[in-house]
T-cell receptor
Framework: EAGVTQFPSHSVIEKGQTVTLRCDPI?????LYWYRRVMGKEIKFLLH????????ESGMPNNRFLAERTGGTYSTLKVQPAELEDSGVYFC????????????FGNGTRLTVT | GEDVEQSLFLSVREGDSSVINCTYT??????LYWYKQEPGAGLQLLTY?????DMKQDQRLTVLLNKKDKHLSLRIADTQTGDSAIYFC????????????FGIGTKLQVIP
C-alpha cells in the first residue's frame, strides 16, 4: 500500500510569491488533514477534508491560505502571497475515518520563505 | 485551547531504558498517541492508548497513562541507536475523525 505522498519535499520562495503544496492520500481514505509545524513549535492542525468537503478549517491562519480537494482525491494547499512566518513543515495526513483509525502522515513539505 | 506539554530533549545510553513524559490538559481526551519522527521522514504512529486503559505494552514499548493527573509516558526498553528520533505526544477526543493536538516533541538522543 502506498503511503501518503507530498510534493515538493522542499520549497524555497521569496516573500510575496505563491507556493502550492500537494498531498496524495492513501487510496480509499476519505479523511485528509493538513498540519503545520513552525520551527520550534507544536504541530498545529490546519484543516480537515471529508472527501471533497471541508469539515473543519478552524486552524487555517488567514485568507492567504487556500486548500482544495477537488474530486475528493488529492489536495492542494496554496499560500498566496507567502510571508516569512509561513515558513515551516507542512504535513498531510489521511485516515479511513472509522473509530480510532490512526492518521497516516506524509513526509511533509519544508517551506522556507526568504 | 488545549495543550500538550513535553520536555524538549532526552539523552540516554544504548541499552538503557528511555522514559519520555507528557502532560495534557484536555479532560475529554479519549485517545492518546505517541508518534515518532525520524530525520527527513513523516510522523509514524508508534502506539496509542485509549483513555480507559492505564497501561499498554507492545514489545519494547510501554505506555503508562495516569488519567487523574493527565500524565502519559512512553518507556522504551533496551534503547537502540535506531530509536534516536523526535517523539510526539498527541491527544484527541474522538477517534477516526480527529483533530489531533500535538506536543512540541521530545528529541531522543541515544549515545552508543
Amino acid at each position: 500500500e502506498a503511503g501518503v505522498t507530498q510534493f515538493p519535499s522542499h520549497s524555497v520562495i521569496e516573500k510575496g510569491q505563491t507556493v502550492t503544496l500537494r498531498c496524495d492520500p492513501i487510496s480509499g481514505h476519505d479523511n485528509l488533514y493538513w498540519y503545520r509545524r513552525v520551527m520550534g513549535k507544536e504541530i498545529k492542525f490546519l484543516l480537515h477534508f471529508v472527501k471533497e468537503s471541508k469539515q473543519d478549517e478552524s486552524g487555517m491562519p488567514n485568507n492567504r491560505f487556500l486548500a482544495e480537494r477537488t474530486g475528493g482525491t488529492y489536495s492542494t494547499l496554496k499560500v498566496q502571497p507567502a510571508e516569512l512566518e509561513d515558513s515551516g513543515v507542512y504535513f498531510c495526513a489521511s485516515s479511513i475515518g472509522q473509530e480510532n483509525s490512526p492518521l497516516h502522515f506524509g513526509n511533509g513539505t519544508r517551506l522556507t520563505v526568504t | 485551547g488545549e495543550d500538550v506539554e513535553q520536555s524538549l530533549f532526552l539523552s540516554v545510553r544504548e541499552g538503557d531504558s528511555s522514559v519520555i513524559n507528557c502532560t495534557y490538559t484536555n479532560s475529554s481526551s479519549t485517545y492518546l498517541y505517541w508518534y515518532k519522527q525520524e530525520p527527513g521522514a513523516g510522523l509514524q504512529l508508534l502506539t496509542y492508548i485509549f483513555s480507559n486503559m492505564d497501561m499498554k505494552q507492545d514489545q519494547r514499548l510501554t505506555v503508562l497513562l495516569n488519567k487523574k493527573d493527565k500524565h502519559l509516558s512512553l518507556r522504551i526498553a533496551d534503547t537502540q541507536t535506531g530509536d534516536s528520533a523526535i517523539y510526539f505526544c498527541a491527544e484527541t477526543n474522538s477517534g477516526g475523525y480527529q483533530k489531533v493536538t500535538f506536543g512540541i516533541g521530545t528529541k531522543l538522543q541515544v549515545i552508543p
